[in-house]
């Protein structure tokens, strides 16, 4: 790593602290709520609606994410014997199948709620099979960045008040997110395998000469090595790249360009030892990476506008881990999406800029009075956008990894999903 990577990892983590010491002082002067428009009325607690589901509560739980499954098991068990429910059904994901399978049978089997005990890939999975069927989805959240429950302020900090939460908590509608790509056209495909023939070569020199590897990432194995590289993904909760045009589903956020790379070069050991922090440290070296240049086409418009970005984001909801609040608007039921084109330029003079903005929005603070910016947040709603790059870009949803396109399609859809959340807020 040279010195301007380290000025730049220095610069990255003083600004991170700066955010999170921002975003707890503004916790202490302002108690947060789950970001639900004012209009959205919370289903009635159970007992207003007559007689309890009479199903059993479901588990589709990730052994990949939980050094003690056995114990979870026992607490789950136990307060629902507690609460007078039925015992709870058990699915265990596995490499072929992250969760989807496992709560469609859940769900066949009448189960009053189906609760994803594992990381955001198997909360995703979870959703996508539960999506318009009205069964409840709980959260045993046991990932890195375990984003949706964050924006649910459910309580990280007591698995036995999480459990508690996901059995017998309330039911509320929420929306949820979908994205497609476009398959790639041959120039592309073959763009795509330059850059990534060129990547694993540099991680080989990297390594050979006794220095840690670069970032790996999903869609970069040459073609022997596909079966394993799935394997891996499926077991880290990403997914495989051999539906390039699948509807994927996401809670929180979708996008491509810089933190869709950001995702792909995360170190899973690091992630295993510094939490959603190892992102950080996976985005320095992206940060004078090249920009996108596209078109984004909101709606039924037709018209798709010119410009200029590092990332483009698709919001569900707003909040990120640290209490960074990078989408002060969204909320989860709504019934739209909230779009974002970050840019900065300067180095990283200019991701200062665009930290400094995300933190002030995230105190409630929207108009810059700075003379002169570096970084930039230009914020667009719609219910569906189409963009359009001129060069391969890595999409991601919720942290998961789709491969790289250059035609992307986002929607939401308005209640499509019902979660479970704390019993009593304020």
Request: charged residues 25%.
């Amino acid at each position: 790593m040279g010195w301007e990577q380290w000025v730049a990892l220095v610069a990255l983590v003083l600004a991170v602290v700066g955010v999170v010491l921002a975003a707890l002082a503004w916790r202490a002067v302002r108690r947060r709520t789950p970001s639900f428009s004012a209009e959205g009325e919370e289903r009635p607690d159970r007992d207003d609606e007559g007689a309890p589901p009479v199903g059993p509560p479901a588990v589709v739980f990730n052994p990949s994410k939980s050094a003690d499954g056995e114990a979870l098991r026992r607490l789950v068990t136990q307060t629902a014997t507690d609460a007078g429910l039925p015992e709870p059904m058990w699915f265990e994901t596995t490499v072929e199948d992250p969760g989807l399978g496992q709560a469609h049978e859940a769900v066949e089997r009448g189960a009053s709620v189906v609760i994803s005990a594992g990381g955001d890939g198997t909360v995703r999975a979870v959703a996508e099979a539960l999506a318009g069927t009205g069964v409840p989805m709980g959260l045993i959240p046991l990932g890195t960045g375990n984003l949706l429950a964050r924006n649910l302020d459910l309580p990280l900090g007591s698995e036995r008040e999480l459990v508690s939460t996901a059995l017998t908590g309330r039911d509320r509608p929420m929306d949820l997110g979908w994205l497609r790509t476009e398959p790639l056209s041959d120039a592309d495909e073959r763009k795509v395998r330059g850059r990534d023939d060129a990547s694993t070569a540099r991680s080989a020199e990297k390594t050979e000469s006794g220095e840690a590897a670069e970032g790996r990432y999903l869609d970069s194995a040459l073609p022997e090595d596909t079966g394993e590289l799935e394997e891996k993904a499926a077991e880290s909760g990403q997914i495989p790249t051999e539906e390039p045009d699948k509807e994927h589903v996401f809670l929180v956020i979708g996008g491509l360009g810089f933190d869709a790379a950001m995702v792909a070069g995360a170190d899973d050991e690091l992630k295993a030892k510094l939490g959603w922090i190892a992102y950080f440290f996976a985005g320095v070296k992206h940060l004078t990476g090249r920009k996108i240049h596209a078109t984004a086409e909101l709606g039924e418009s037709g018209q798709g506008d010119p410009f200029t970005a590092r990332t483009i984001l698709f919001a569900n909801v707003g909040r990120l881990p640290g209490g960074v609040v990078l989408f002060p608007d969204a909320q989860l039921d709504d019934g739209w999406l909230d779009i974002a084109a970050i840019d900065t330029k300067g180095g990283i003079i200019g991701w200062a800029d665009l930290l400094r903005k995300v933190t002030l929005q995230g105190l409630g603070v929207r108009k810059d009075v700075m003379p002169y910016s570096t970084g930039f947040i230009e914020f667009r709603r719609a219910r569906s956008v189409v963009v359009r790059t001129e060069e391969p870009e890595h999409v991601q949803v919720d942290g998961d990894l789709i491969g790289y396109a250059t035609v992307v399609h986002a929607r939401v859809e308005q209640g499509g999903l019902v979660v479970r959340t704390a019993a009593h807020r304020g």
